[in-house]
């Protein structure tokens, strides 16, 4: 990874494990008379624009925020750049897990408003079941009143399913358009989330589901990961230019400078072949915590 | 001095550094050795934990300080009650505004029906002098009043970071004040001696009900801001069989106790605010003020207008059924009598006019005795009143509203 190795061939290399490589990286600065400096990167989800301050229980009301314009919050360091100022919104904390009963008919929610939220580009609505208000994203043809059902059955037969609805993986038909995808049952819809995208289910091998992403790549989900079915809200989102540079700032992106070729070296474009289906699942060897050796007794 | 001196020379500690900082760190090689012997049941245990001391585990000191220290409010402490009770309070709103009222208090609605006399009185029109007092009392409260407080930020959608200089002015709670005192002294002077001296008038009283729908504890919390009372009860006549009722909705999928929070602190009696052995305790009418900077959701959207016009009917049961309870007992169920409540709830310019009549207290199901809800929704007062190029002005003024005011305080 992203270490940097002065001499090599002085380094005993460790061994290639089959440990997935997608860990958090980080680059270490030395200087000759400078304190050495690990400062973690933006990636891999983390994009260090806001923190969200959490409560302990689940609540509808809308969050409170800090940005963070690209700091890491540990070492005050700027690590992505680029962020910085934009409008503050305050976080509505969606629940990603849509319960359902894993027998019988399945739960029905009633949405009640679609609202638009500062911190997605995908709107979000407010549904209610029971005694429980919460907020789910929002699909392309979702209005107030609407019945949106949930259920984690897997029965024989692929059911027809309609956009909103909340089934899992192995139960729907090949072909519908799906979001909000889990990575392991129970964990929480994970992939999928931007406005207007959908990954569709292409075909079943054994056990597992294969979806083509919104990037065209493919990959294959346990059959009881749950989905839920439709294209995301906030259709336009995409054609929509942002219009101007005041614009960008109001995002909470700082002005960018760079020359920048449309054709040249890593702008180009690449003709690449197709990467095989990839597994999700979540790791389960994760390697050892490193030692670190000092000159200190 | 030549540079390359200087830069040709190299210093051995630096680079020792260097390389110490990178080559330190080690990642050790998984053998699998503690994973076998976790499988097989020994205990691993690390040995730099191991050789490390305890920490010295100390007893816990109660100081006696200069005063006693509140207890969290939680489960120990001693007012904590086991069965939650779902509490709506004067400053919340329910989510499904006025068919979540319906089915939590068990009331029919007859939409734009007022009892016969009322609409007599009202059509009665006032000489011209109480239509210019009432003139004058919309622009003390929006445009005469000295009050300078901070007004909510105003905000343009196309340009979403421009802060707009702060207003200041009158708040809606002084507006909605002065405007509704101002009226009812306007009545009060207009109406006979007999009725007025037999009515008190009590401004920003307390009121709670506690009941019980389907094995849950619910209770409303609501101030009346102002609540006219007299020295006999209120009676009204209404023929009930021509008048399309409005049934009590299914709220499938939702339940009646959606976004009415649960507390565990609560007292388990109802209150009214004035004691029976006062002669005057009987309600006649009650006013609610809706201040939208007090008044929202528990999700921070716009408060919809539905949702306001189910703040009036809780209003009205709390204080009926306050009463009743006062009157005939915690525990009775149907009332002997009904009891009438008027409610006229206003936030300055939209006045929404009810009458409540309670049947009975059981508010289980659907079936049997049922409470009724006549009103008459989202009359304007006035468009606008405020300074137009300096001039204080009042458009489009309604003279309805004043005679249905009058009715409510002489039926």
Not at chain 1, 7 to 21: D, E, G, Q, R
Request: aromatic share 8%.
């Amino acid at each position: 990874m992203a270490l940097n190795r002065l001499f090599s061939n002085l380094i005993i290399s460790t061994t290639t494990s089959t440990i997935c490589k997608r860990t958090l990286h980080a680059s270490a600065i030395s200087y000759a008379s400078k304190p050495n400096i690990v400062k973690p990167k933006p990636g891999f989800g983390k994009s260090y624009r806001r923190i969200v301050h959490f409560p302990e229980e689940y609540t509808v009301k809308p969050l409170n925020v800090t940005n963070l314009a690209g700091r890491d919050p540990v070492s005050g360091r700027v690590v992505a750049k680029g962020i910085g100022g934009g409008i503050k919104h305050k976080y509505h904390w969606i629940a990603w897990v849509r319960d359902g009963p894993t027998e019988g008919p399945p739960q029905e929610e009633k949405v009640i408003q679609i609202i638009e939220d500062g911190c997605r580009t995908a709107h979000i609505a407010l549904v209610g079941v029971g005694d429980k208000l919460k907020y789910i994203l929002a699909t392309e043809n979702m209005k107030a009143g609407d019945i949106i059902k949930t259920s984690r059955h897997l029965p024989r037969i692929p059911v027809r399913a309609n956009e909103g609805d909340a089934f899992v993986l192995g139960a729907l038909p090949t072909g519908t358009l799906v979001h909000c995808i889990e990575k392991e049952p129970g964990q929480g819809g994970l992939y999928v989330h931007a406005a207007g995208t959908s990954g569709t289910i292409l075909r079943k091998q054994n056990d597992r589901i294969i979806v083509q992403m919104p990037s065209k790549r493919l990959f294959s989900f346990d059959q009881h990961c749950m989905a839920v079915v439709g294209r995301l809200s906030n259709v336009d989102h995409g054609d929509t230019p942002i219009g101007s540079p005041q614009r960008n700032r109001w995002l909470g992106n700082r002005p960018r400078s760079g020359l920048w070729h449309r054709k040249d070296g890593r702008h180009g474009r690449k003709i690449r072949p197709p990467k095989p289906v990839k597994e999700i699942k979540n790791p389960k060897n994760f390697p050892l915590p490193t030692i670190q050796l000092n000159m200190v007794p | 001095m030549k540079l390359s001196r200087v830069l040709y020379a190299q210093h051995i500690g630096f680079m020792f550094k260097k390389h110490w900082v990178i080559q330190g760190k080690r990642v050790p090689i998984d053998s699998g050795v503690e994973q076998y012997l976790k499988e097989k049941g020994i205990n691993v245990e690390d040995a730099l934990e191991f050789v490390k001391e305890k920490p010295e585990l100390r007893e816990r000191l109660d100081i006696v300080g200069p005063y006693e220290r509140p207890l969290p409010l939680d489960q120990n402490h001693p007012n904590y009650k086991e069965k939650p009770c779902y509490t709506l309070s004067n400053t919340s709103v329910l989510l499904e505004g006025i068919c979540q009222a319906q089915v939590l208090t068990k009331t029919v609605i007859a939409e734009d029906k007022l009892p016969p006399r009322i609409e007599e009185l009202a059509a009665l029109s006032a000489p011209k002098a109480i239509h210019d007092g009432v003139k004058k009392a919309i622009l003390s409260a929006n445009v005469f009043d000295c009050q300078q407080k901070k007004l909510p930020k105003k905000k343009d959608l196309e340009r979403p970071a421009y802060n707009f200089p702060r207003i200041l002015g009158i708040s809606d709670r002084r507006r909605n004040e002065v405007l509704t005192n101002r009226l009812l002294q306007l009545v009060e002077k207009s109406s006979d001696t007999d009725v007025t001296c037999n009515k008190y008038i009590l401004n920003d009283v307390d009121c709670t009900t506690l009941f019980d729908k389907e094995e849950e504890l619910i209770q409303f919390q609501d101030i009346s801001n102002i609540l006219v009372t007299s020295n006999k009860p209120l009676k009204h006549e209404i023929d009930n069989e021509d008048i399309p009722f409005i049934g009590i909705p299914d709220l499938y999928p939702i339940k009646h106790t959606i976004s009415l929070p649960a507390q565990h602190f609560y007292d388990e009696s109802s209150k009214y605010p004035i004691r029976s052995n006062i002669s005057v305790k009987y309600p006649h009418t009650t006013w609610l003020h809706y201040n939208p900077t007090e008044v929202n959701n528990l999700y921070e959207e716009p408060v919809t207008p539905i949702q306001v016009l189910g703040r009036s009917l809780t209003h009205a049961f709390t204080i009926a059924s306050a009463f009743a309870k006062q009157l005939y007992g915690e525990e009775t169920k149907d009332l002997p009598e009904p009891v009438y409540v008027n409610c006229i709830q206003t936030d300055g310019q939209r006045f929404h006019f009810g009458i409540f009549e309670l049947n009975t207290l059981n508010v289980e199901g659907t079936e049997g005795p049922k409470n009724v809800w006549y009103c008459k929704n989202d009359l304007k007062l006035y468009d606008s009143s405020r300074y137009l190029s300096g001039i204080p002005v009042l458009e489009n003024y309604n003279p309805q509203i004043y005679g249905y005011i009058n009715a409510f305080y002489n039926c």
